[in-house]
């Protein structure tokens, strides 16, 4: 019997962190006002002080800056609840997230301590509950005060930022990163409950999927020692067995007739079978996809069901700084935008956490792949004690909370902590200290090993296979490109021809709504405060400028600094996918750097922290369409990532600006299912900065210029537009007497088109 422990919390202020020195501009409310303070569970105390009024909304303007001292602060949440014995063998307080260093007491008794956000806690407090009303109490200790003691203990670790978010298992962007705020939480951010239990529970249930059945791992936990009789079911058959006394798990065969596979979208449907396991009689249930799963490690080709997938993805941070915050119907509404916009894979990156059960869920019913971290991000870890016992208990628990997700088809070791070793300077640094080395090369393998064989397991990313290769070579296993936002103009992407780029991306600031929500500065300028303080990249602001190269206008007000840089990410960005899905099956996936954001902040993201689709959104649903017409190099690629072949004319034609004819030609095309055809432009066909060349194929059109916007000799204008008044808004309605098509490229990307008669 289960009993949630969701009301009736407070939460107090249990005194700031020793030696930590007041920043002048903390802002705290007075002592007295940080007692007793009505707490929401799941939550944080960030979300629990701005809702009594004690802060403001850290999001807007520069508050953040404010609230340094709640992550330097230690917390006490405390609730009461009424309890009655009724006869079980142990009563267990279950603990599905504590943030992160805690000490649990029940009735004033030490009932068990946690120090890791990322896993679950279990603990038997049947001897400490009476009858009638008792008080649960938990101490969470200030962050950096644990953290800091932890650097100085263990010596310093090489990071981006300093910041010890290494030393402590901890959702590292917690503590800022370049388009993350420096908000660090304490609380008890995942559900909390008492579990009564009386012979035998189900402990774990391990599922490992196959093409024809599932073979389901089981392990018990008893209050007794005897015999269990356990159980599956798959699809209407049932497999049994017995646990003798003493043994903890045993492994049941399910074998399903005419199995039907879960296969990711555009492949196939995403059939889902109910598991049920029992163990004596307790009873668990959850849902599995019968499928295959394997990499071919050098060229980086994810294969599901022995059909090789054209990865089209998007990078996943936190969606909200307070994760407790994002529920089932925010993620069914990310998801949507990420499928709205041709994706068909998510990689869980690991500066953040391991999302819910209802994201994984959610990715299976969808056809989306999940490509997981664990949680290392960018900087040395330590592989001391107690972190190298943390991170075995996290993995083991997570790995079996997540492995029977069809879904979940790739556990990565780290984020660019490879990279860093080799790339950063580290070693000198390092002085002879681990870093993290033998997490990615050593436990995780084994674990994996142990626990789930049968899912690909890649050590970090970037990746070129092998330790002692270069991460940076394109080609073999996975890059990540960053050079075009580091330096260099997003015609560079054309100078790379990888197997996979599991990173790369291009800043755009957030929607106009989405800014003016979240910055009160009067007026906006680029430069105004708020706009400055929700631009976290170090010369972030001047890499948006210089980013507009020759391609766009120089901006002279607020309003051509906010479109023409939006519309610079989405050309940058539609310029690297549509050269790099031309290189398929060489090259065989792109996951942009970002989806969403966790806040409102100018960043790489196509979703805004107002949940706001960009400029980059729309951009996005072209480049990543199954099916792709794009000028590539010296041709025309037809990109088919379709199971049915895709054949017609294609028709190459010079044209003047107004539409005029100057040459054309015509070739009969097939590109075969999940392929390329290349069609060389012939001679002829260039062109001056007054005219344009269109490819069109079957419906699909690409244009392309001879010049840069600012060089090309556009016709003046002509439209009219009426706003009228609707309810719930306004209707926008724009005629313009020509007609040119929807979007146009010019050599290093895409633009509006000129105007044409439409209406919206």
Known sequence: MYRSLHEGWTVSAAGIAAATADDPAWVRPPAGALEGVPAAVPGCVHTDLLAAGLIDDPYRDDHERALGWIGRTHWRYTTTFDWRPEGFDRVDLVCDGLDTIASVTVNGLPAGRARNMHRRYRFDVAALLRPGANELTIEFTAPYEYAEAQAARLGARP?????????????????????????????????????????????????HSRPDGVDVTVAVERAVESAVEVSATVGGVRAEGKLAPGQRELTLRVDVPDARLWWPRGHGEQHLYDLVVTAAEDAWTGRVGLRSVELDPDAFRIVVNGEPVFVRGFNWIPDDTFPARTGPAQLRE?????????????????????ESDDFYALADELGLLIWQDFPFACAAYPEEEPFAAEVEAEVRDNVARLMGHPSLVLWCGNNENIEGHQHWGWPAELEGRSWGAGYYFDLLPRLLAELDPGRPYWPGSPYSGAPDRDVHDPSTGTIHIWTVWGSKDYTHYADYTPRFVAEFGFQGPPTYATLRASVSDEPLAPDSPGVLHHQKAIDGNAKLLSGLGAHLPVPETFDDWHYWTQLNQARAMAFGIRRFRALMPYCMGTVVWQLNDCWPVTSWAAVDGGRR??????????????????????????????????????????????????????FAVSAEPRSVALVPIPDGFDGSAAELLEASFDGRRDLRFFAEDPQVPYPAAQFDALVTDVPGGHEVRITAPRSCGSWRSSPTGWTPRPPSTTSS
Request: glycine share 12%; hydrophobic share 40%.
């Open 159 to 207: 990071g981006p930022y300093d910041e010890p978010y290494a030393f402590i298992r901890k959702m590292a962007c917690n503590f800022g990163w370049d388009w993350g705020p420096t908000l660090v939480t304490a609380g008890i951010w995942r559900p909390i409950g008492l579990h009564s239990w009386s012979g035998a529970r189900i402990a774990q249930v391990r599922p």
């Open 334 to 354: 990310r998801f949507g935008q990420a499928i709205d916009a041709g994706a068909n894979a998510l990689r869980v990156w690991g500066g953040g956490v391991y």
């Open 613 to 666: 689709r960009k400029p980059l959104w729309y951009e996005l649903r072209r480049a990543y369409a199954p099916r792709l017409l794009t000028f590539h190099g010296s041709g025309v690629a037809v990109v088919n990532d379709d199971a049915s072949p895709w054949a017609g004319t294609l028709e190459l034609t010079r044209r003047a600006l107004d539409g005029t004819v100057l040459g054309s030609a015509t």
